[in-house]
């Protein structure tokens, strides 16, 4: 998705699209690397600000998507949203150190802005990464799920497997019958 400048008018600018996941290649290896597959278009609202020679970008991006639970391994479909703020500039601000006065060197990392060139910005890394950070961690598909069995493999949240659950084994354990003196 690329927006031109002269675009991005004094009042802002409003943009709203639907876009399949295949158009942000590096999202769809990002997701296929985690075992989501995105069942529904991303759709996208922005508004974009122009605010000197910076452009701020605030949005927010919805799909749907298909992920294999954490503890059982189970496919179940989950709604993915995510909101999110970005600064595009052209050139990194000079910035200076308050209590010596002298110019401190900041990358645009370190500033919270993505840096752009000519007369077009290009959203479209910027939503994906979005988008990727949206994505959970470690997807499950109930908040109560009870996972698989680790003796036979057996889905606990549809069967009990009658298996003998051994004894949690705490790092600590050891430690338990230590007494100390006062």
């Known amino acids: 998705m ?3 400048i002269d675009e ?3 009042e802002g600018l409003d943009l709203e699209s639907e876009e399949a996941a295949a158009s942000y290649p590096t999202l769809v290896e990002a997701a296929e690397a985690e075992g989501c597959v995105f069942v529904s278009p991303l759709q996208t609202r922005l508004r974009l600000v122009r605010i000197g020679e910076m452009i701020e970008v605030e949005g927010t991006v919805e799909s749907r998507v298909r992920l294999a639970c954490s503890r059982c391994l189970a496919e179940f479909e989950d709604p993915l949203a ?3 703020a970005l600064t595009f500039a052209r050139e990194l601000p000079e ?5 010596g006065g002298e110019e401190v060197e900041l990358n645009a990392e370190e500033m919270g802005l993505i840096l752009f060139h ?3 910005i290009d959203l ?5 990464e979005q988008v990727i950070m949206a994505l959970p961690m470690h ?3 109930q908040e109560e799920c009870r996972g698989l069995c680790p003796q036979c493999g057996t889905n606990l949240n549809e069967t009990d497997c009658g298996c003998e659950r051994p004894a949690f084994n705490v ?3 050891a430690l338990k019958n230590i007494k100390m003196d006062k």
């Open 2 to 4: 690329r927006i031109r």
């Open 8 to 10: 991005i008018k004094d």
């Open 82 to 84: 995510g909101r999110f």
């Open 95 to 99: 910035v200076t150190d308050e209590a």
């Open 118 to 120: 000519g007369e077009e």
């Open 124 to 128: 479209g890394e910027a939503i994906a």
């Open 139 to 141: 997807p499950l598909c």
């Open 171 to 173: 790092k600590f354990a």
